[in-house]
């Protein structure tokens, strides 16, 4: 495989799985294979950046109030039809 800059790579088309990969520096890191003075080249999965990104659930909300429904009334002889709402 030849070496290849990241912004000469075709761009992804379609939807993201959570199988895919995404490349990243992890700049904690300056020491080892494919690592530098600004930090290592590393993957992280779809899934571990969603996962990440989405944080805790806080608490559920009150309840509101339940809405009123419509009534619809339709005058044939003038093709009108009124919807009120209260």
């Known amino acids: 495989m030849s070496i290849r800059k990241i912004s000469d790579l075709s761009p992804h088309a379609g939807d993201l799985s959570d199988s895919d990969q995404f ?22 999965s779809a899934s571990k ?7 805790e659930k806080g ?11 419509p009534s619809f009334s339709y005058n044939e002889s003038t093709g009108v039809l009124t919807i009120t709402t209260q």
């Open 23 to 44: 490349v990243i520096v992890d700049v904690s890191s300056t020491s080892g294979p494919d690592a530098g003075g600004g930090g290592q080249t590393r993957k992280i």
């Open 49 to 55: 950046v969603k996962e990440k990104m989405e944080g």
């Open 59 to 69: 608490e559920s909300g009150t309840k509101g109030d339940t809405g009123t429904s």
